[in-house]
């Protein structure tokens, strides 16, 4: 009788299809994965060690640096844990714009996903066509926040600035043009038998695995979970929003694909209502200890001079707690629990990272299958190494 | 629909002693327990009827460097029936290890190691208990407090050590 001998075979870091510097120890029975070893860090930063010695506002730049594809979603939801610590009561202006800003910065993530995945599995068309779209949305980001990819833009008790003229019509020529375009990418791939044949049935997670691994965002809606931060701890005022979850049933590759579809069009849905119903007023909150005071006044007052150097070189004191607060980023839950002592720097930042999570369900999702579909796997939990790394 | 006060209620009723504390702040209910009991009072939470706290949401660790005990593990816990959050902490002295809860949600598998790799909390029983983010051979646990932030040629100006040029020539006037 023969003897059966597996191999083991690397992967990684340097590949193109890990998204990053993934690195993954396949051992093989044939062309059948039996153990799947997956090895991070090669991008850790210790940006929850470096919060530790900068004040609140400064280590809002860290943020930015975690998923880079979703920049201002990390800035909000960090904004959002330390407001919450603070107790400051947001305008309802800023709430509308910061979900404007973070759906805008969805559909970019999405896009980016979307293009990279179809791209992994041969499909090359569908890169030009989102990275068109993408574009158009960078461009409006950069009109907003000034950057493409690292904004940090979303400020504790509000907004960095209120939007420039002329950014509101473009949106709205956007959104009214964006639904044609899904509907582009899904003529190329939703009814595509070679997609379908090389996406349905792989890599598939039944709702008891997804939710006992901890997986949030798509790849745990696609398993038919109804489970949306969005909903479930509505923030920013997203509860005063007209949006559905979309949900998928057998948790595969191809599910988690038409669930991101789907959220594109909701997320449009929701860019399209925050830019018709924004309401007027300020986009700061008000108060004098944390909010930095406006640029005009700091040029013409002394007082509001003195706040502002107070507030960039020392930042604010906070309450003695500890808070969590969380967001639905494209990826799934991201959270920050920030730890006060009082002082005007974190204790503790611990960032529930949804990538990281995510990723721990890969060796459960591609034992069994067939190597080539690894690719497919790793595409369609849509990793950002940044943020599982930190 | 139970509330997480009513879980803290519940908690407090049957496992009397092993509750030390229940806090809230800015609406988040926290649970202190003790140590041994953690892992009996976690699978309850999950499996009892009607809290079922299913996801783990968070689990990490913090130091408060010079309190005693030193180390808080933290679990968050969301209900997906009940939707809502509940978080139990409990506090381990220096040296000390904790049961692993890798078995009861697969998602605190790679969360223990991180806290192991960060903090250097062993999990007993944890099927897998390596480092994570950092190199195998690092040696000590950055997010502690005592972790030195600088190395000991920090602020020493950094010279380029070239090898001894021999220098035949020498100069104009030589």
Known sequence: MAETRTMTINMGPQHPATHGVLRLLLELDGEIITKVVPHIGYLHRGVEKLSESMTYPQALTLTDR??????????????????????LKIPKRAQYLRVLLAELQRLA???????????????????FYAFRERETILGMLEQVTG???????????????????????????????FPRRIDEYETLLTDNIIWKKRTQNIAPM?????????????????????????????????????????????????DRYVVRLKEMRQSNRIIDQ???????????ADSAFAVPPDKEAVGKDIAALIRHFKI???GFETPRGEVYASIESSKGELGFYVVSDGSNKPFRMRIRPPSFINLGALPKMIEGQMVADVVAAIGSIDIVLGEIDR | MTKPSEAAERLKAKFGEAILSVSEFRGEVNVTVGKNAIRDILLFLKNSDDLRYDLLI???????????????IVYLLHSL?????????????????????????????????????????????????????????FSGHPLKKDFPLEGPDFDKPFTVQLEEETRTDKGFNG
């Not at chain 1, 400020?155 to 009214?176: C, H, M, Q, S, W």
């Open chain 1, 206 to 254: 039944s709702a008891d695995e997804a939710v006992n691994y901890g997986v949030t965002g798509p790849v745990l809606r696609a398993c038919g979970v109804n489970y949306d931060v969005r909903k479930a701890y509505p923030y920013s005022g997203y509860d005063e929003f007209d949006f559905e979850i979309p949900l998928g049933e057998r948790g595969d590759v191809y």
């Open chain 2, 81 to 137: 029936p009940n939707n809502n959050h509940l978080r139990i902490k409990t506090r381990l002295r220096e040296n000390e290890t904790i049961d692993t809860v890798s078995d009861v949600w697969k998602a605190a598998d790679w969360m223990e190691r991180e806290i192991y790799d960060m903090l250097g909390i062993s999990f007993n029983n944890h099927p897998d208990l390596r480092r994570i983010l950092l190199v195998d051979d």
């Open chain 2, 58 to 72: 968070d689990l990490c660790g913090v130091d408060y460097c010079g309190d005693d005990p030193r180390f808080e």
């Open chain 1, 147 to 177: 950057a493409r990819l690292t904004p940090s833009f979303v400020r504790i008790g509000g907004l960095a600035k209120d939007i420039p003229d002329g950014f509101a019509a473009e949106v709205r020529a956007f959104v009214e043009d």
């Open chain 1, 312 to 314: 960039a070189q020392e």
């Open chain 1, 109 to 127: 993530a999405h896009l980016l996903w979307v293009a990279t995945h179809a791209l992994d599995m041969g499909a090359m068309t569908v890169l």
């Open chain 1, 274 to 284: 925050a830019i018709n119903n924004l309401p007027t007023g300020p986009i700061l």
């Open chain 1, 66 to 87: 975690l998923d880079y594809t979703s920049a201002l979603s990390n800035n909000l939801a960090y904004c959002l844990a330390v407001e919450k610590l603070l107790d």
